[in-house]
């Protein structure tokens, strides 16, 4: 199956990358926990599309491209910086949500799928699992399309449990003070989770 890839340790690797704290993981943790496990469906739908695709574009080339064109990467970095300090700004902003504000809402399909293109954890997973578990003796296609279904079904269930563990915490943030506190904590994480970007 998939050109000699040896699935047990491909899927060891993709539960010890997926399952471990990263951007995603805090997003849908603060949304499961501000507005249920439910409406934080689509924000888990597009981490797990979003990065099944980005997995498949590294396995097809893209990475050779970024790896030869250093401008294009350094301003895929920049914006991929932005737009996550844009998603812990709408994390620290969740608060309203119970205050009775039209415009706090989790975060969608789209923007969840978008992320994924410019999240730093999701390329160094892909290039990881593409480097180790590919072989010469297979086909590229079928080989990045096993590697991408085994991540993304991680994926999936990493975001599934820890959205059930943000929509477990809701229940102690019963307080307005309590609420914003959480917020902000796990804005900060995201936007912490930056500093290697920089480096």
């Known amino acids: 199956m998939g050109g000699g890839i040896l699935l047990g340790p491909l899927v060891l690797f993709a539960a010890a990358m997926c399952l471990t704290p990263g951007p995603n993981v805090v ?9 249920g496990f439910r409406r ?14 980005v997995v498949i574009a590294a396995g097809l080339g893209l990475a ?22 844009y998603l812990a700004w709408r994390i620290a902003r969740a608060d309203t ?24 954890k999701g390329w160094v997973i892909a290039l990881g699992a593409l480097a180790a578990f ?9 080989q990045t399309a096993v590697i991408a279904s085994v991540l993304a ?12 563990f943000g929509a477990a915490i ?12 959480f917020n902000w904590s796990m804005a900060g994480l995201l936007a912490v989770s930056l500093l290697p970007v920089f480096r």
């Open 170 to 181: 809701a229940r102690f943030l019963g307080s307005p003070r309590a609420r914003k506190v």
């Open 97 to 120: 949500a119970r205050s009775g504000s039209t415009r706090a809402k989790p975060i969608t399909f789209a923007e969840a799928a978008l992320f994924q293109c410019i999240n730093p």
């Open 153 to 164: 079904a991680a994926c999936f269930a990493s975001v599934a449990i820890w959205a059930g």
């Open 64 to 85: 050779g491209l970024l790896q030869a064109e250093p401008r294009l990467h350094r301003l895929l970095k920049y914006a991929g910086a932005a737009y996550l300090l």
């Open 27 to 35: 997003m849908v943790t603060a949304s499961a926990a501000n507005f």
């Open 134 to 142: 590919t072989t010469g003796e297979g086909e590229v296609v079928s």
């Open 40 to 53: 934080a469906i689509p924000h888990m739908l597009g981490i797990t599309l979003g990065f099944g695709v």
